[in-house]
C-alpha cells in the first residue's frame, strides 16, 4: 500500500478500501462518505466535524474516557405565565383591582420575579412586586403586588391576571439608600453532559463459499491497464459497512442513554460491568418544538424557519438542514413544484427538458430559501428501512418515513451546532478473524483459530452534541 | 378549566398541535355525530360555526389554559384529548414520553396521591418499629440485606425505614402475620444471591451454574418456587448450600 493510496479517495477501490483500514484505522471514518445518505453521520464527521473526547476545545470539555460536557447560554426567559391563584381564591375574569394602590396577590409559574420588579401585563400596564415569592404548590408562587402608577384610580382589568396570562419583566426600582438590589438574569448558562455510544458489527463467512464464489467485480488501473480484481471478502465488506453505517444512524437518531441525571449507569451486563451508551438527535432535542401534520404547505415550512430563526444566533443568514424520509421527501417536493410553477417563464426552464424532440418533465427539489434562511433537505435511509418500523397508514408506510427533523446547522462563536465526538483512533476499527483457510477459503498456513469460517468485527465508537438543544424542529406524522 | 404543564418545565419549548388523521386518513376532530371531518353534513357545519379542520392549529406551552365554557376552546379538547403530545395524567404509565411533553395538571389529585403516600409510610412506619428486633432483621434480610444479622437494631431500622419511604407497598405486603412464609422464602432467596449459590443464565436463576435445575426467571417466581411443597427436596440442597458456604454445619 503506497502512501499515495492513503491519500487519495480517487484511487481507493473497494479491495483497496479493506487493505487501507487494516494500515490507517482513521481512514475508515471517512467511509461514511460512501453512504451519504446516512445524513447524521455525513453532516458531522463526513464534512470534518468530527472530534477527539482528549482534545483540549472551548466546544466541549472531555471529562472521561466516555463522558463530555458542553455549556450554552441558556434560553431567555421571555415571559412569566400567571398561575391559578390560592389566597384570596382563583382570580376570575370580568373585574378589576387595585385601585388607590392597594396591594393585591397574584400567582405566577415560576419564582422568577423578585421584589421591587417592575412587570409588564399583555395589556401594557405596570405592576410593582411587593414581596417575595411564596411557595404553594409544585410550579405555583404567589406574590403580593401593586399597581404601578401614579394615578389612584387606576385599577386593572382581572381579565389579565388570570391563569394562562403572561408576563414580562420590565425593569426594577429602588430607592437611593437601598442596600439591596436584584437584577433577574435574562439568561442562564447551561451545562449538557453528552456519552459515546459503541457501535459494534460482526459478520463471519463460510470458507466454502469465500473459495468459491466472487460476488464482486472491480476494474482498477494497474500498471496502465484495466484489472479486474474478484473477492467475495470484498462485498460482503461493503455490504457490512452499510449495515454497520445503518446501525450507526439509528443509534445517533433514536439512540437513548443509559446513564441518568446523577451520572450513575443503570445497565450493566452479567458481569456487572456498565454499559455506556449517549443520547441520540431525538432525545437531545425532546425540549424542542415540534408539531404534527397531515397536509404540507409553503406556509407550514415558512413559519418553522421563521419560529427556527428566533432561537438561532441570527435572524437572518442561518442554514438549516432538514432531513426526512421518502414521504417526507415527497411532501417537500410537491409543494416545491407548486411554488416553481408559478415561476415558470421560459420554455427553457430547468422544470422542462427537450430533447430529440422528447420533453423531459420534472425537477428534484433539495432547497428553499426563505427571507434570509436556507434549508437543506437530505433524503435519510434510515426513515425508510424496513426494520425501522413504526405505525403504518392505510397503504402501508411507515409514518417514520414522514418524520422531517429540521436541524440547526448554523455557528455559535464559530462551533457548528451539530457536532460529533469520537475517542482518537476509535472511531472506527475492524478486526479480522481468519479460518483455517484465509480470507479466500484456500490459503495453508499457520492459524489462530480451528474455525473454518472467517470473521470481521467492526466497532466505532462516537456521540452527538447538539450545543443548542432548543433551536431545532420535529414535524411528524401521528394518528389517532 | 384545563391547564397544560410541561413534564420539563424549564426548558420545554411549546408545541403545536393539529388534529390527527387516523389510519384510513380520516381526520378526527370530534365534531360532528362520529367525530371526523369527512362525515359532517353541510347543515352540520352551518349548525357548528366553527369548524375544525386540517389548518386547525392550538400552541401549547407551559402554563397554557383552555377555558371549556369557552366554545371554542370546548370543541379544540375534544381533539387535544387524543394528541400523542399531550398526557392526561401526569402519572399515568402508559404514556409515551418520547411523544408526551405536556400533562394536564391536577393539583387536587396530586396532592390526594401525595398524602395517601405520605399517610402509608407513616403507617407501615410505625408498624415497622413495633415489630421485635429478630423479625426486623428478617424483613430486613428478606428484602436484600443479608447482613441484617449481625446489625444494631437502629440500623436496622434506619435501613428499614428507607425501603418503607422508596416502596411502602412491598413492606407493607411482608408486615402482615400470614406472609411469614414468604418472608423466610425471600430471606433464602437473598442469601442465596449473596453467596452466589444460585446464578442467572439466559435470565432464568438456576442453583450453581448453567446446568444446575431452574428456579424462575423473576424474583417472584423464585419466591414462589422456593415455597412450594412440591421442591421441598431442592430447598433443603439450596439451604444446605448456603449453609456451607456460611461456615454452619449442614
Redesign the interface.
Known sequence: MTENTLNSRAMATIPELAKTFNQAPNMAAKTIRLFPHNALSFFTEGLGEIYDINAKSDNFIGVNKREYRWKIRG?RVPKV????RSTGGAITTGSTVGANHQEFVVAF??SYYNPNDIVKLENQQLIFIDSEPRFI????FEYTVSINSNDPTETISTDYL???KTSGLNGNAYPELSDKGYISSAQAA?EHIGYLTKVRYDYSWSADAAATKFLIEDTVQMNGKSVKQNMITDKLFLDAMEQYHYNKEMELIYGRTTVDERGRCWRQD?KGQDVVKGDGL?AQM??????????MNIDLIEDILMDMSL?MPKRTGNTILLTTGMQGYKDFGRIMRAEHKGSWSMPSDKYVRTKNGKIELGAEYNAFTFQGNRLIVVVNNVFDHPSNVS????EGRFLESSKMLFIDASSYDGVKNIQMIAKDGRSFITGDLDGVGGQDGKTSGKVATSLDGSSKIMIGTMGLILHN??SSYMLE???? | MIVFRAFNSKNQMPVKLRPLENRAGKLFTGQGERGFYEYLTDQEKKDLGFVIDRETTIVINDGKVLDLDDPMDAANWKWIQKHPYIALDRYDPKVNKRDAVFFVDNPQKEAEMKVSRDKKISTVKASMYNLPTGKKAQLAQALGNPGATSMTVERIEEWLSMQIERNPDTVAALLDAKSTAKVNAMIILEDAKAYKVISRHAGTWRIGGVEGAPIGNTDEECVQFIMEKANEEQVFLLTNLIKEKQGVPA
Do not use: C, N, W
Open positions: 434560553h405565565t400567571f398561575a391559578t409559574t415560576t404548590s409544585e410550579g405555583v388570570v391563569a394562562g447551561e452479567k431525538l425532546h425540549e424542542s418544538t415540534k408539531q404534527t401534520y397531515t397536509t432561537r405505525e403504518m397508514d392505510e438543544p432548543y406524522k401521528k394518528i389517532v
